[in-house]
T-cell receptor
Framework: ETGVTQTPRHLVMGMTNKKSLKCEQH?????MYWYKQSAKKPLELMFV???????ENNSVPSRFSPECPNSSHLFLHLHTLQPEDSALYLC??????????????FGPGTRLTVT | RKEVEQDPGPFNVPEGATVAFNCTYS??????FFWYRQDCRKEPKLLMS?????NEDGRFTAQLNRASQYISLLIRDSKLSDSATYLC?????????????WGAGTKLIIKP
């Protein structure tokens, strides 16, 4: 399935590096999301964009910086990360938000290791 | 009380058996409910939405009980390929219309 793609699939970075994660959705959806999934923990919502406007920021540290240049692309810029930031980072999209929650479709994720 | 609660399992079930999971949610105003499955080290994939009238998709049946605030997933004639973690998801009602609340998941292991 290629509805939502993410690159890179794996990333190892040092604490002083700067890197970016990329997500692209081909589903014509209006909303895009970044999630963090640590081992044996529920999904943690980080950011939500709707029609390129950030609508949610769940108290995420400033070392994570999202960017949504258009409704099909979403980036997560990373800098001066900590080892505890190592996790699976998932991008998702949905038709919209609205009063009801819409089902979300996920990309394959980027497995990030911070050394 | 957690917003969405699931039994973490694991459920160890022989192939061919029927298995059922329940999930409880705390906000009675929630309107959207989903089951996702997540394979090890993979992304969650939508299994089915849960409708008020209940719905069935092949061997999978989902039910919603609004009075008791739980949803259920029944898997009949389980296959080895059903081994995965099953995530219960409910929409958050309130300030945010974009958030889905994710359960921690129930791990299912189908044994030959």
């Amino acid at each position: 399935e290629t509805g939502v793609t993410q690159t890179p699939r794996h990333l190892v970075m040092g604490m002083t590096n700067k890197k970016s994660l990329k997500c692209e959705q081909h589903l014509g959806h209006n909303a895009m999301y970044w999630y963090k999934q640590s081992a044996k923990k529920p999904l943690e919502l980080m950011f939500v964009y709707s029609l390129e406007e950030r609508v949610e920021n769940n108290s995420v540290p400033s070392r994570f910086s999202p960017e949504c240049p258009n409704s099909s692309h979403l980036f997560l810029h990373l800098h001066t990360l900590q080892p505890e930031d190592s996790a699976l980072y998932l991008c998702a999209s949905s038709p919209s938000g609205g009063e009801q929650g819409y089902e979300q479709y996920f990309g394959p994720g980027t497995r990030l290791t911070v050394t | 009380r957690k917003e969405v609660e699931q039994d973490p399992g694991p459920f160890n079930v022989p192939e061919g058996a029927t298995v059922a999971f329940n999930c409880t949610y705390s906000n009675s105003a929630s309107q959207s409910f989903f089951w996702y499955r997540q394979d090890c080290r993979k992304e969650p994939k939508l299994l089915m939405s849960v409708y008020s009238s209940g719905n069935e998709d092949g061997r999978f049946t989902a039910q919603l009980n609004r009075a008791s605030q739980y949803i259920s997933l029944l898997i009949r004639d389980s296959k080895l390929s059903d081994s995965a973690t099953y995530l219960c998801v409910v929409n958050r009602v309130g300030d945010s219309n974009y958030q889905l609340i994710w359960g921690a998941g129930t791990k299912l292991i189908i044994k030959p």
